[in-house]
């Protein structure tokens, strides 16, 4: 499985980043997702989009993230507004609508920072 998340940074609390995750074309066609895990913490879902443009969100991003796809592109986006210091954590993107099995290699992500 080849994706590529990419995006993060250090960002004050109220800023905005995009993060982007590339995949190859046989992975692209069905749902993707947004993962994040914070420092200590297990790693959660953030939001999620089927092959169609239907998404579901974490209740403690709605209203300020949304994600979308370029199908073209092969490319998921992460579009996060309104950070807070509690959004800091490695951003990861997977393939699929269900959490991905335990032996999923999750690779290295993309840390986001909000702080002052």
């Known amino acids: 499985v080849q994706l590529q998340a990419s995006g993060g940074g250090l960002v004050q609390p109220g800023g905005s980043l995009r993060l982007s995750c590339t995949a190859s074309?046989?992975?692209?066609?069905?749902?993707m997702s947004w993962y994040r895990q914070a420092p200590g913490k297990q790693r959660e879902l953030v939001a999620r989009?089927?092959?169609?443009?239907?998404?579901n969100y974490a209740d403690s991003v709605k209203g300020r993230f949304t994600i979308s796809r370029d199908n073209a592109k092969n490319t998921v986006y992460l579009q996060m507004n309104s950070l807070k210091p509690g959004d800091t954590a490695v951003y990861y993107c997977?393939?699929?609508?269900?959490?991905?099995?335990?032996?999923?290699?999750w690779g290295q992500g993309t840390l986001v920072t909000v702080s002052s």
């Open positions: 997977a393939p699929g609508w269900s959490r991905p099995s335990p032996t999923y290699y």
């Open positions: 074309g046989s992975i692209f066609n069905n749902a």
């Open positions: 989009i089927t092959s169609g443009g239907s998404t």
